[in-house]
């Protein structure tokens, strides 16, 4: 049985700082992703990362904020999030692909990812 599970949301003031963890369980993936969603919004693509190392990939309003990074022997992918922003807040969701993506675009749309995490609330006061 897959599971993701998140841990490391919460109350952050501006500028500061999180780090989500999302530990996978159940059987090996090509892709792992984070998506965020605000009330009323839309699921946005955060961050991903290929499983095995090396590609990684950002919504440009994180860029240079966030890192999305993997610990292999822990089956674990982590959102390092840095100069957080109010609209940084949202409910983040860790999600997993049996198989390895071809190309950018796959990692950045939900529908590439077969498994989902529960999600995280993270909250930045301004």
């Known amino acids: 049985q897959v599971q993701l599970v998140e841990s490391g949301g919460g109350l952050v003031q501006a500028g500061g700082s999180l780090r989500l963890s999302c530990a996978a369980s159940?059987?090996?993936?090509?892709?792992m992703g984070w998506f965020r969603q605000a009330p009323g919004k839309e699921r946005d693509f955060v961050a991903a990362?290929?499983?095995?190392?090396?590609?990684?990939y950002y919504a440009d309003s994180v860029k240079g904020r966030f890192t999305i990074s993997t610990d292999n022997a822990k089956n674990t992918v982590y959102l390092q999030m840095n100069s957080l922003k109010p609209e940084d807040t949202a409910v983040y969701s860790c999600?997993?692909?049996?198989?390895?993506?071809?190309?950018?675009?796959?990692?950045?749309?939900?529908?590439?990812?077969?498994?989902w995490g529960q999600g995280t609330q993270v909250t930045v006061s301004s």
């Open positions: 990362i290929r499983w095995s190392g090396g590609n990684t």
């Open positions: 999600a997993a692909a049996k198989a390895y993506l071809s190309g950018s675009y796959y990692y950045r749309i939900p529908h590439s990812y077969d498994y």
């Open positions: 159940g059987r090996t993936f090509g892709a």
